[in-house]
Structure formats: C-alpha cells, structure tokens
C-alpha cells in the first residue's frame, strides 16, 4: 500500500504565496512521476505540473512562471510552490504518482487540499 498526504494548503491573498507539499508512505515501493491536479468548483480536473523522477518538468500554461514543481526523491515527496496568486488558481489540489507497489503498476491520489485565494 502507498499513501500520498497533501499539505500546505490555505487562505492566501491575491499575489500571495503558497507551497503545497505532497509525501508518500507505505512500504514495498518506488515512485516515477509525480503530479499536481486541482480541481475548481463546478470544473474538471485539470493537471497543473508534472514531475519525472529524473526532474523533467511540464506545466499547464495557467501556471507557467508563476508555479514551479520540484521533489526530494529520498523523501518520496514532491512539492508545487504557487507565486503571485490569482482567484482563479482556487481549488482543490490533488497530489498523484505513478508507483510500483510490490511490483505492480500503480496510480495513487492523494485526499485533495483546499487552496482559496481570496481578499
């Protein structure tokens, strides 16, 4: 079993700063890529950054310059640090990976943190 906690979350301001963190647990595993999704109220999900276990990122044009993921591979966790913050980047933020589980193939989500930017 593999678990992603997410933290980190809040109320920022419009232009304000945040850094979610996202850790894996369990025991029996590795982690290859590691993403951020969130989730707006009334939208779908969308991907907002992605990261491979050998660093190569990607980003959603939303975010580009403003959002910037980076991992601790040792610590299995993955961090999205979210600069100049607008009301539109309030969400739900779901921390996911790609695993190896005992061997097999895995997808694992975290439970989702709240991110409001509001003033």
């Known amino acids: 079993q593999v678990q992603l906690v997410e933290s980190g979350g809040g109320l920022v301001q419009p232009g304000g700063s945040l850094r979610l963190s996202c850790a894996a647990s369990g025991s029996m595993f590795s982690i290859d890529t590691m993403r951020w999704h969130r989730q707006a109220p009334g939208k779908e999900r969308e991907l907002v950054a992605g990261i491979t276990k050998g660093g190569y990122t990607n980003y959603a044009d939303s975010v580009k310059g403003r959002f910037t993921i980076s991992r601790d591979n040792a610590k299995n966790t993955v961090y999205l640090q979210m600069n100049s913050l607008k009301p539109e980047d309030t969400a739900v933020y779901y921390c996911?990976?790609?695993?190896?589980?005992?061997?097999?193939?895995?997808?694992?989500w975290g439970q989702g943190i709240l991110v409001t930017v509001s003033s």
């Open positions: 996911n990976a790609d695993a190896i589980v005992s061997t097999i193939p895995r997808t694992v």
